[in-house]
């Protein structure tokens, strides 16, 4: 994400970045030319449920920037955009990033029932959802029996000289 946000043209797009937490070792990799906001939200865990007020700090931040399209890349900021933009009734365009297999997270979650039904509430919002995989994507239109209108396959590839070139530094634990 942060390489996207860095390399986006600043003559077609005014770049806005929304945060949860505008801290860790990758803040400090986001160019400053990049307008921030820190929306204060401690860091969450998919296996509990979404906090509303974490909706609508975020539906709050959206309207204020009124955005054309909004990026997410975290299956519980997808969620959170997609809720934000319905109860904020927002024009902008979202395009999300499923990074996990979800029936196996739901597999997992006792709040499972409640996640799967949002998620259909939802998912439809997002103008474009995209995968990193095939398979990701099969697992959302045949295990959990959700359509997807607009899909993408964007594969993530492996930049091999970079990490070749961090196995070869010093490593201390």
């Given amino acids: 994400m942060i390489h996207l946000v860095n390399n986006l043209s600043r003559e077609l797009f005014d770049i806005h970045l929304l945060l949860l ?4 070792e990758y803040f400090n990799l986001i ?9 204060n939200i401690r860091p ?3 296996n509990k449920p979404i906090n509303p007020v974490w909706v609508w700090r975020l539906g709050q931040a959206l309207k204020c920037i009124q955005p054309e399209i909004i990026f997410s890349t975290m299956g519980s900021t997808n969620f959170m955009c997609t809720l934000a933009k319905k109860m ?3 024009k902008a365009r979202i395009v999300i990033r499923e990074a996990g297999i979800l ?7 006792h709040w499972a029932g409640i996640k799967k039904m949002f998620y259909k509430m939802c998912l439809p919002g997002a103008h474009v959802i995209t995968f990193p995989s095939q398979a990701m994507a099969d697992d959302l239109e045949h295990d959990l029996n959700f359509k997807v209108k607009m899909k993408r396959v964007i594969p993530n590839f ?10 070869k530094e ?4």
């Fill in 31 to 39: 160019r400053k030319d990049i307008t921030i906001t820190d929306l």
């Fill in 44 to 46: 969450f865990q998919l």
């Fill in 88 to 90: 904020m009734n927002l």
């Fill in 21 to 24: 937490k505008s801290d860790g």
């Fill in 170 to 173: 010093p490593w201390a634990p």
């Fill in 103 to 109: 029936s196996h997270h739901l597999a997992e979650d």
């Fill in 158 to 167: 492996l930049d091999n000289e970079y990490l070749d070139a961090k196995l």
